[in-house]
């Protein structure tokens, strides 16, 4: 997820991108650019890191960036997703005499690359953007016609994009696409002033119209119109700049819960194609000859980790085992190299599973980080990273990389297993056939929503909550407790839902709350007897399901589903809105809970 800008007009342009930009470094800041054309005269400045290194660059330059000619600009700030954050994987992306800055992934951008190098066209950078401005030289080369070549260029395009393009053959208009990454475009508050963003945050206070761009809608900004490709709807804008960096959202987790429809279409882009499962980062050399997978990662981490076992066995019939980082550091584990260690991390930089990353390196064991953020120190240390497209995640309390981890250890399992062939062809169809519903399952209902948020006033005390589960509702359900823990301070325990008799249920009572997970097509007549045994012994029982169980005191109704890992999926949202109301009823701080930090990077 990255955040692009861009301006038409008689302001300080430099200015006015690089503050469009710092508005939108909550979207990604591994590197960032603008490109700025005056007349026939382009100026180009990319930096590595946040938005100041790159600003540095530009002041400490000839150019002048008080000019207040007419210019036009276009700005970007990058979360890798195909190439490391380097300057030259920097957008913009510039042609013989064109510039882009993109938005999103394109899928089947190999092949166009291919074509084009076939064509002559010359590549410097390992990104899928750059094929967009190459295209669009090679259409505009052939017809002269920029509008037509713009046409062409974004017909030829598969995925995600918004794009904003300027060229030397125009240098008056800026072309634009909207399909799939937000791109919203404004009248500025002076005369014959466009400008461009990700979102609205950098618009607010230099203009006072907006249209948020729906999906399919092209066209041109010169001299202060806009020529749209169809009917649009303007808007005013919101006044306030944290509000919108939040998208209107009261919290980032909040958002970042709402965001993963989109994230996780994101992390299968260019990796599920119809029948199909590939991963570029990954070769058949790193699955072949295993006889384990060993995982390893911390927190909400682990839990996808553990739920990832389930599918590692279940699908590519590989022995798996999942380790919590800070012990596994210090058990002097015996390790072969006949076994793939996976690290699970968002950050990356979590440092007791950076140091069993170091230590399955010198024990002679190939490597996989399944990571979100790219060059960041795990990256760099395994033999392969997979990156989980989750965009910046800002909240504590991990949401969006529970859910694009999870779905990217289970496209993994299904690589694995037709690498090993291990599956059958119906069973793959099948099994993408599901992969693909999963988006749909993270969409969040306004009523599911009220109904979390009316519930949670009836969990603001008591002597402690279990969240139970099975098979991979047992992960799930540590993730829930974890969830409560982190942003409600109210104690939490995930257990496996057959283990209650085993002890715990000498808890119960009308103080102890239940969460039962009672997924359909997973166990439900096991785990539907595990909740009567604690409803028995007048625990308070709050039942998730998608199927009425008349026993619980409160029943979330979650929508019904053919396959156990959509059910997962949604009931994961439940667990975060549930945990996250809860939070804001008790007062929390819900984006920065007390004791924790974003990422630990200390033992
Ligand atoms: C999750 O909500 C927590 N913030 C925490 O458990 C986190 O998952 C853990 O610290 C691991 O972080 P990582 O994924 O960046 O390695």
């Not at 400490?60 to 700005?75: L, V």
């Not at 989109?262 to 882009?269: C, H, I, K, P, R």
């Not at 060993?294 to 996808?304: D, M, P, Q, R, V």
Request: aromatic share 10%; net charge negative; glycine share 6%.
């Amino acid at each position: 997820m990255c955040g692009i800008v861009g301006y038409i007009g008689k302001q300080n342009t430099s200015k006015i991108l690089i503050d469009g930009l710092r508005e939108l470094e909550y979207r990604g800041y591994d590197s960032a650019g603008i490109a700025i054309l005056e007349d026939d005269k382009l100026d180009v400045f990319k930096a590595v890191g946040k938005i100041a290194n790159l600003e540095a660059k530009i002041e400490t330059s000839a150019y002048d960036t008080e000019s207040s000619n007419f210019s036009i600009g276009i700005g970007h700030t990058r979360w890798a997703t195909h190439g490391k954050p380097t300057e030259l994987n920097a957008h913009p992306h510039l042609g013989e005499y064109s510039y882009v800055v993109h938005n999103g992934i394109i899928e089947n951008y190999k092949e166009l690359k291919d074509e084009l190098i076939n064509s002559g066209h010359k590549f410097v950078s390992q990104t899928d953007t750059e094929v967009i401005v190459h295209l669009f030289e090679y259409y505009f080369n052939k017809t002269n016609d920029a509008k037509k070549s713009f046409l062409d260029t974004i017909a030829r395009l598969e995925g995600a994009y918004s794009i904003l393009l300027i060229t030397k053959s125009q240098p008056n208009r800026i072309f634009f696409m909207k399909h799939g990454s937000p791109l919203a475009i404004a009248h500025g508050n002076n005369k014959d002033e466009i400008l461009f963003a990700s979102s609205d945050a950098p618009l607010i206070g230099l203009a006072s119209d907006v249209v948020y761009l729906e999906d399919g809608v092209s066209g041109y900004a010169i001299d202060g119109n806009i020529v749209f490709n169809q009917e649009v709807k303007w808007t005013t804008l919101p006044t306030s700049k944290q509000f919108a960096q939040k998208d209107g959202f009261r919290f980032f987790m909040e958002k970042e819960i709402y965001e993963q429809h989109d994230v996780v279409t994101d992390s299968m882009l260019g990796r599920i194609k119809d029948d199909e499962i590939n991963f570029e980062e990954l070769n058949e050399s790193l699955c072949s000859g295993i006889n384990e997978i060993k995982i390893c990662a911390c927190g909400t981490s682990y839990h996808a980790g553990l739920t990832a076992s389930y599918l590692f066995e279940r699908i590519s019939k590989v022995r798996c085992s999942v380790e919590i980082a800070s012990e596994f550091r210090y058990k002097e584990p015996l390790l072969k190299d006949d076994t793939l260690f996976i690290v699970i991390s968002q950050s990356g930089e979590t440092a007791d599973t950076l140091e069993a990353l170091k230590m399955a390196k010198k024990a002679g064991l190939k490597s996989i980080a399944v990571c979100n953020v790219d060059n960041s120190s795990m990256t760099r240390v395994a033999d392969a990273t997979v990156l989980t497209r989750a965009g910046i995640e800002k909240g504590v309390a991990s949401t969006k990389a529970f859910s694009t981890q999870t779905v990217v250890l289970w496209m993994m399992a299904l690589y694995f297993a037709k690498v090993n062939e291990t599956i059958a062809k119906q069973e793959l169809h099948e099994q993408l056939k599901v992969l693909r519903e999963v988006p749909k399952s993270l969409i969040v209902e306004d009523k599911l929503h009220e109904k979390c948020r009316r519930l949670s006033k009836r969990y603001l005390h008591g002597h402690g909550f279990f969240f139970i589960g099975r098979d991979v509702f047992y992960p799930l359900a540590l993730e829930g407790a974890l969830k409560l823990k982190e942003i409600s301070y109210l104690h939490a325990e995930g257990y496996p839902a057959g283990e209650m008799k085993h002890g715990p249920i000498a808890l119960a009572d009308p103080e102890l709350f239940t969460i039962a997970l009672m997924p359909q097509h997973c166990h439900y007549d096991k785990i539907k007897s595990n909740v009567e045994e604690l409803s028995a012994r007048d625990s308070t029982i709050c039942a998730i399901s998608p199927l009425e169980f008349e026993l619980s005191d409160d029943f979330i109704k979650t929508k019904p589903t053919d396959h156990y890992m959509l059910e997962f999926f949604e009931m994961l949202v439940v667990l975060q809105l549930l945990s996250m109301e809860i939070s804001v009823r008790l007062g929390n701080d819900v984006d920065m809970p007390r004791n924790l930090a974003k990422s630990v990077t200390v033992e």
